[in-house]
C-alpha cells in the first residue's frame, strides 16, 4: 500500500479525530511498519487503549485483556508485537514461550506495581488454603504464586468457578469490591505489617483483598458525574470496574473495555461517556461515527501513552524490547492463565 493509499484509508475513518497533518505523517510510518511487519512474519496485538492511527493501521487484533490474551494463544507468527502495557506482553510470552514477544516500550501499571510475589506468599501464609484470584494486571512472577487469573471480562465468573467460602482477590482494591459486591461477599483489606487479630475466623472473612489501585480509574469522581449530567442529562455513562465502587454505582453500565464498546454498539443513547483512558472514546469515535461520544480527556494513562507508531516501528527495527520471562516461573503462571482461559 503506498502512502497516499494509507492516507486515504486512514482519512475515511479519522477524518473527524485526528487532524489532517498528523494523518499523513502517521500514515506514512503505518505503511513502513506494515512493511516491516510482514518481512518479518509478525503480529501485531493492540489494546482498545492505543493511539487511534496505531490502532486503525497497524494492529492485526484488537481488544480487551482477555481477548488479547486469548488471541496470543492462538497466533502462528514468530514474533508477538505487543502494543499495550508490560503485564500484558508478559501474558502473550507465558502463552506462547517459543515466540519472540516485543513490546515497543517497557510501560508499567499502577496496579502490577503495586504488589510483588512475596506480598502474595505473606497473604498466603496467613490464610492458608485458601484460593487466590489474580489480576491480570500483574506480573508473572505474581501470577506464578496464584491459583488463577482473571480480567475484568471474566472475574465474576473466576471468583464464582471456584465455589469457595473464601477467597484471596488481587490486587486491585476496587476490582475487587466491586465483584465483591456483586457475588454477595464480604471483603477485607489487611495489612500484612499489622499482627493477625486473634478473633479473626475465616468464617467471617469471604474476601481478602489488596489497596492497590488504578491510578486512572481511581481519579474519577461521583462529583464528576453529577457534573456531566447536569450538563448533559441525557448522558449515558459507564464506568471502568476499576473505578470505585460508588462510582459504578453512579453510571448506567460497567465492564470491561471490549464489553463497553459492545454495549455502545446495541444500544442508541444520545451520548456516551466513557469513565477510561480517553484514546478509547475516540476509537469508539472511529469505528461508531453516528455515536456522541463525550471525552474526559484530562485523566490520562502515562503507561499505555508510551506506545507511538515511532516507538512500534523502531521494535520491528531492533526487535525490542524482548519480552523474557524464567521458565521455572512462566510454567507457574501459565497454570494461573490457562484456568481461566477454560473459564471465559
Ligand atoms: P481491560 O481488560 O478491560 O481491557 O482493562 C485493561 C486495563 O488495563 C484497564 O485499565
Ligand atoms: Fe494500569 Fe490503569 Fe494504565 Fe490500565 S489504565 S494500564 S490499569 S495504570
Known amino acids: 500500500m503506498t502512502n497516499e493509499e494509507m492516507y486515504q484509508n486512514l482519512k475515511e475513518k479519522l477524518a473527524d479525530i485526528v487532524p489532517d497533518v498528523e494523518l499523513r505523517y502517521k500514515a506514512e510510518l503505518a505503511v513502513q511498519i506494515n512493511a516491516l511487519k510482514k518481512e518479518k512474519n509478525a503480529v501485531i496485538l493492540g489494546h482498545n487503549y492505543m493511539d487511534p492511527v496505531l490502532f486503525h493501521a497497524v494492529t492485526d487484533i484488537k481488544g480487551d485483556s482477555l481477548e488479547l490474551s486469548r488471541k496470543a494463544a492462538e497466533t502462528d507468527k514468530s514474533i508477538i508485537l505487543f502494543c499495550g502495557v508490560k503485564f500484558m506482553a508478559e501474558t502473550a510470552k507465558i502463552l506462547n514461550p517459543t515466540k519472540t514477544v516485543l513490546i515497543p516500550s517497557l510501560a508499567g501499571c499502577s496496579l502490577a506495581a503495586s504488589i510483588t510475589a512475596s ?9 492458608p488454603g485458601v484460593p487466590v484470584v ?3 494486571n500483574t506480573y508473572a512472577d505474581v501470577k506464578a504464586e496464584t491459583d488463577i487469573c482473571c480480567t475484568s471480562g471474566n472475574a465474576v465468573a473466576v471468583v464464582e468457578s471456584l465455589h469457595s467460602d473464601t477467597i484471596i482477590f488481587l490486587p486491585d482494591e476496587y476490582l475487587a469490591s466491586n465483584v465483591a459486591k456483586e457475588t454477595g461477599k464480604h471483603i477485607i483489606f489487611p495489612s500484612l505489617n499489622s499482627v493477625q487479630p486473634t478473633n ?15 491510578e486512572v480509574h481511581e481519579k474519577y469522581t461521583v462529583q464528576d458525574i453529577a457534573n456531566v449530567r447536569e450538563q448533559y442529562p441525557d448522558v449515558l455513562i459507564m464506568a471502568h ?9 453512579a453510571s448506567d453500565f460497567s465492564g470491561s473495555t471490549s464489553a463497553m464498546i459492545k454495549y455502545i454498539q446495541h444500544t442508541s443513547a444520545p451520548r456516551y461517556l466513557l469513565l477510561t483512558e ?3 472514546g475516540d476509537n469508539v469515535a472511529a469505528e461508531n461515527p453516528e455515536k456522541n461520544m463525550l471525552r474526559l480527556c484530562s485523566v490520562r494513562c502515562p503507561h499505555m501513552n508510551q506506545i507511538s507508531m515511532e516507538n512500534t516501528l523502531e521494535a520491528l527495527q531492533k526487535n525490542q524490547y524482548v519480552i523474557e ?13 490457562e484456568r481461566m482461559l477454560h473459564i471465559g
Request: hydrophobic share 35%; aromatic share 8%; with cysteine.
Open 119 to 127: 506480598d502474595v506468599r505473606g497473604l498466603k501464609q496467613r490464610y
Open 134 to 136: 489474580t489480576y491480570i
Open 200 to 214: 479473626e475466623s475465616l468464617l467471617d472473612v469471604q474476601m481478602v483483598g489488596w489497596r492497590g489501585r488504578c
Open 241 to 249: 470496574p476499576e473505578c470505585s465502587p460508588e462510582v459504578v454505582a
Open 278 to 280: 480517553c484514546s478509547m
Open 325 to 337: 520471562i524464567p521458565e521455572d516461573i512462566r510454567l507457574r503462571a501459565y497454570q494461573a492463565v
